[in-house]
C-alpha cells in the first residue's frame, strides 16, 4: 500500500512539473514564438531528459516494425521524431551562445555527453541504418519528388559521414571526446569574449555614434558599475560601434 501512495505522489509531481514546464505541451504565444520570459534554467533538463526518452522511444517505433522499409514509416517517421528534444535545444544553445552563464555553462558540461551519446545511439543503429539504406537503395523505384529525393540522400549520406558504416566502439568513443572538447573550446571563447570591455569617456571617442548606440552604450556601463560609455563584443555592442564611429583607431581596437 505504502509503495502505491509513493508511486502516485512520484506520478503526480513528474506531471505537475511538466505543466509547470513551457517546454511540454504548446507555446501559448501569438504563432507559437518560444516564452522566453516563461523559461526557467531549471526547466531546461528536465526538458533535455524527456526529449531524448520520448526521441528514443520513436526511434524504437521505426525500428521494431515488421513492415518492409518504405520512405513513408522509415524515412519520413525518423525526419518527425525528436520534435521536444529540438525544441529544448534550439532554444538552450542559442541562449548558451548569447548569453550564457555560469549556470547555464554547468548544465551544458552535464548534458552534452547525454546529447552525444543519444545521438550516436541513433545514427550507430544497425537496424535503422539498414531501413535507411533500404529506402535508399531503392531510390530510382519509388517515384519520390525532388524534396522526398534529397530528404532521402541527407539521411542515408548524414548516418553514412557520422561512421554508421563503421563497426567498433573506437567511433563512439572518439566522437564523445570531441564533442566534450569542442564545448570546452567553446566556453573558453565565449568566457574570452565576454571578459573584454572598451570604456569611453572622451567625447572625441564617440564621433559619429547615433544617440541609440550611446544610449546602449552608458546604459552597459551603469550595469556594470562604471561611468562612461562601455562597448563590448556582443553583436549589437561590436556592430553599432564598427559602423557609425567615425574613430578608425577604435574600429581597429574593437576588431582586433
Do not use: C
Amino acid at each position: 500500500m505504502r509503495k502505491l501512495l509513493l508511486s502516485v505522489v512520484l506520478i503526480t509531481f513528474m506531471y505537475m512539473t511538466q505543466a509547470a514546464n513551457p517546454f511540454f505541451g504548446k507555446y501559448k504565444t501569438p504563432h507559437e514564438t518560444t516564452p522566453f520570459n516563461k523559461i526557467e534554467v531549471t526547466d531546461y533538463e528536465p526538458a533535455f531528459e524527456e526529449g531524448m526518452r520520448q526521441h528514443q522511444k520513436e526511434i524504437d517505433v521505426i525500428i521494431n516494425q515488421r513492415t518492409i522499409p518504405t520512405f513513408e514509416n522509415t524515412i519520413e517517421a525518423l525526419d518527425a521524431s525528436g520534435r521536444l528534444l529540438n525544441r529544448v535545444a534550439n532554444v538552450f544553445f542559442a541562449l548558451l551562445e548569447a548569453e550564457s552563464n555560469d549556470e547555464m555553462i554547468e548544465i551544458s558540461q552535464r548534458i552534452s555527453p547525454k546529447l552525444t551519446e543519444h545521438s550516436n545511439n541513433i545514427t550507430l543503429n544497425e537496424k535503422l541504418f539498414e531501413r535507411v539504406k533500404f529506402v535508399y537503395d531503392k531510390r530510382n523505384d519509388l517515384n519520390l519528388t525532388p524534396e522526398q529525393l534529397m530528404l532521402l540522400t541527407d539521411t542515408y549520406e548524414g548516418m553514412a559521414k557520422k561512421g554508421a558504416n563503421l563497426q567498433g566502439e573506437k567511433y563512439r568513443k572518439l566522437s564523445t571526446e570531441l564533442s566534450q572538447l569542442t564545448l570546452q573550446f567553446g566556453h573558453n571563447v565565449l568566457k574570452a569574449t565576454n571578459q573584454f570591455e572598451m570604456l569611453l569617456t572622451d567625447k572625441d571617442e564617440l564621433a559619429g555614434l547615433p544617440q541609440s548606440a550611446l544610449d546602449a552604450a552608458a546604459h552597459l556601463a551603469k550595469i556594470k558599475g562604471k561611468n562612461g560609455y562601455l562597448f563590448a563584443l556582443s553583436f549589437p555592442s561590436y556592430i553599432a560601434f564598427m559602423k557609425y564611429s567615425t574613430r578608425t583607431d577604435l574600429r581597429e581596437k574593437l576588431y582586433r
